[in-house]
C-alpha cells in the first residue's frame, strides 16, 4: 500500500543547512507535499513539487525530488530557531481518483540549537 | 491572509456521547477534508468532500462518522457514539483546486473521549 516514511528528529545549528529526507512508495504519486507543524499549531503548507520536477526553489527552501530512488528531501539555509517545528512529507495518492487525498509520513522534528 | 478555523480546539467527552467538529474553510474553495492525527502516530486520511458528497472515505471513516455542509460556510465531521480511540487531533483542510494540490489546514480541534 501507499507508505510515507520520514526520520523522526534532526538537530542542527543556527545558521547551518537542514536537510530532512523523506521515502514514499507510490511511484505513481502527482504531487509530493512539505507541510510544517509548529506547536500548538495545525499543518502549514511550506512547498510542494510536481512529480515531474527534479527540483525546486522557494528562498531558503530547496526541494529535491528523485523519482527512481521514490526520495524527497527538503533542504533549508540559514536554518533559525523559528525554524524549529516538525515537518510532514506527504503525497497526494494516485488511488484516490484525484480526490486530493494526502498520504503523510510520520514528520520529522527539527530542532534549532542557538 | 485567508485561513480555515476549526472550533473547539479541545473538545472532552464521554464513551458513548456525539460530538461535532466544526471546521470554516477558506471562502472560495470548494473541496473540503478532514485528516486526524492520533498521538504519535501518522496523519489520516479520513474523507474528502465536495458538492454536498463524500469523494473518497478511508476504512477508519465507518458509519459511526458523517460530514456535513450545514450552510454556506462551516464544514461539520460529525462522530455519533465516539470511542476511546477516537481520541485525536482532527484537522480539516480545504482547497480550491479539485485534485487537492494545495491543500489548508486548520489549527485542529483536540478530542480526548475519557
Known amino acids: 500500500g501507499e507508505d510515507v516514511e520520514q526520520s523522526l528528529f534532526l538537530s542542527v545549528r543556527e545558521g547551518d543547512s537542514s536537510v530532512i529526507n523523506c521515502t514514499y512508495t507510490?511511484?505513481?504519486?502527482?504531487?509530493l507535499y512539505w507541510y510544517k507543524q509548529e506547536p500548538g499549531a495545525g499543518l502549514q503548507l511550506l512547498t510542494y513539487?510536481?512529480?515531474?520536477?527534479d527540483m525546486k526553489q522557494d528562498q531558503r527552501l530547496t526541494v529535491l525530488l528523485n523519482k527512481k530512488d521514490k526520495h524527497l528531501s527538503l533542504r533549508i539555509a540559514d536554518t533559525q530557531t523559528g525554524d524549529s517545528a516538525i515537518y510532514f512529507c506527504?503525497?497526494?495518492?494516485?488511488?484516490?481518483?484525484?480526490?486530493?487525498?494526502?498520504?503523510f509520513g510520520q514528520g520529522t522534528t527539527l530542532q534549532v540549537k542557538p | 491572509e485567508p485561513e480555515v478555523t476549526q472550533t473547539p480546539s479541545h473538545q472532552v467527552t464521554q464513551m458513548g456521547q456525539e460530538v461535532i467538529l466544526r471546521c470554516v474553510p477558506i471562502?472560495?474553495?470548494?473541496?473540503f477534508y478532514w485528516y486526524r492525527q492520533i498521538l504519535g502516530q501518522k496523519v489520516e486520511f479520513l474523507v474528502s468532500f465536495y458538492n454536498n458528497e463524500i469523494s473518497e472515505k478511508s476504512e477508519i471513516f465507518d458509519d459511526q462518522f458523517s460530514v456535513e455542509r450545514p450552510d454556506g460556510s462551516n464544514f461539520t465531521l460529525k462522530i455519533r457514539s465516539t470511542k476511546l480511540e477516537d481520541s485525536a487531533m482532527y484537522f480539516c483542510?480545504?482547497?480550491?483546486?479539485?485534485?487537492?494540490?494545495?491543500?489548508?489546514f486548520g489549527p485542529g480541534t483536540r478530542l480526548l473521549v475519557l
Open positions: 471562502s472560495n474553495h470548494l473541496y
Open positions: 513539487i510536481f512529480s515531474n520536477m
Open positions: 507510490d511511484s505513481s504519486s502527482t504531487y
Open positions: 506527504a503525497e497526494s495518492s494516485s488511488g484516490s481518483s484525484n480526490t486530493g487525498k494526502l498520504i
Open positions: 483542510a480545504s482547497s480550491e483546486d479539485p485534485g487537492g494540490e494545495t491543500q489548508y
